[in-house]
């Protein structure tokens, strides 16, 4: 049996880019393998929350990836800070994570470039971070979006590099994992990059968002004048608009606006009227959900005291594994 890992950043709710990208596929998979679903509370520290955000925001996630669809009683889901044996192996691995290489890192210098006030040791360490949460449970497949490719190239790296120096084959190499298609990027609703909760009001369509503010935000995306040629190339804010429609309306919805497109004869407010329902009735059902269990403290305890009991069983004895392999006292 395969094992599957996946985690989310507790810094905001769930958007369509997080739920495309990571979580669809998770759920997906989480019957045919053994699944490990996190939420990755220690790297939201480099944004520095208060303690009464890192909780708000990590019941929150808990209970949007539940909404989503994972089963806890299936898939191990658990808090990152609840295996703290994570921050261990994050440790071992830095030894031989280098400054050139984790500099080089496309995430870090764009963060670095937002926040060059707080370029912090942790920001800089990310990808050794996100190595140890992959390897700790030895996965095989990491389900995530376009933009993590980089960092599952360099968690490869640096499980090859323990074999390598240990004599070992302890770790596999996690390969990032769409069911053999190219991995996934959700764009925003501005016109430019992807879906994401930092890039300004509007950009990103939540799972917990109301019609009333989903239909707003679709209205209000940018689009053009319009084609003005037969069958022309669709700019970005349009290629975009076509790309979130084709995540959530049936095919012959987004064929019925191309060929407007192609025939020069769109109407982007038909069009967007049509996205923003089917937006609606996709996240409808999720939204009720999250209603549903954020009211359920009892539960959702449950869930995260069940979690973190099958994550420590996984993840330390992998640990002290490793602790022999490298030669401390057994
Ligand atoms: P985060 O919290 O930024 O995003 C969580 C997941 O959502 C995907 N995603 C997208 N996919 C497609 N289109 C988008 N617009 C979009 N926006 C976000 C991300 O690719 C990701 O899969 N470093 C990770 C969290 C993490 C992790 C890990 C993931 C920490 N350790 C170990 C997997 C394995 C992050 O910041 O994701």
New binding site residues.
């Given amino acids: 049996m395969e094992i599957v890992?996946?985690?989310?950043?507790p810094?905001g709710n769930l958007?369509l880019?997080?739920y495309?990208?990571?979580l669809r596929n998770f759920v997906k998979m989480q019957h045919e393998n053994q699944c490990y679903f996190f939420i990755?509370d220690y790297?939201s520290l480099t944004t520095h929350p208060t303690p009464e955000n890192l909780q708000g925001n990590v019941k929150q996630a808990l209970v949007e990836y539940l909404a989503a669809g994972i089963d806890p009683e299936i898939a191990t889901i658990y808090v990152q800070s609840d295996l703290p044996e994570t921050a261990e192996l994050y440790l071992l691995l830095n030894m031989n994570a280098y400054k050139g290489e984790l500099e080089r890192v496309t995430t870090f210098k764009e963060k670095a470039k937002k926040q060059p006030d707080n370029i912090n040791a942790g920001l800089l360490t990310?990808p050794t971070?996100?190595a140890a949460?992959?390897l700790i449970h030895r996965a095989h497949k990491?389900?995530?979006?376009?933009?993590?490719e980089q960092?599952l190239e360099m968690t490869r790296t640096f499980a090859r590099r323990f074999n390598r120096m240990y004599k070992t084959e302890f770790f596999p190499e996690p390969v990032a994992y769409n069911f053999g298609e190219e991995l996934?990027?959700?764009?925003?609703l501005d016109g430019s990059g992807?879906?994401?909760k930092s890039e300004g009001e509007g950009n990103a369509i939540f799972l917990a968002d109301d019609p009333k503010t989903i239909r707003k935000k679709v209205m209000r995306a940018v689009t053009d004048a319009g084609p003005t040629e037969m069958n022309a190339p669709k700019p970005d804010p349009i290629k975009n608009l076509f790309a979130i429609m084709q995540a959530v309306s049936s095919p012959d919805t987004v064929a019925y606006f191309d060929e407007k497109y192609n025939a020069c004869e769109i109407r982007y407010g038909d069009m967007k009227k049509q996205l923003a329902e089917d937006v609606v009735a996709f996240t409808e059902p999720i939204r009720e959900k999250i209603l549903e269990l954020s009211s359920d403290d009892a539960y959702i305890k449950k869930v995260m005291d069940m979690g973190k009991e099958k994550a420590r069983a996984s993840g330390g004895k992998t640990v002290s594994e490793i602790r022999e392999i490298i030669g401390f006292r057994p």
């Fill in positions: 890992l996946s985690g989310i950043r810094t958007h880019g997080n495309f990208g990571a990755a790297h990310y971070l996100m949460d992959i990491v389900p995530v979006g376009k933009d993590q960092h996934v990027k959700i764009p925003g992807k879906m994401g």
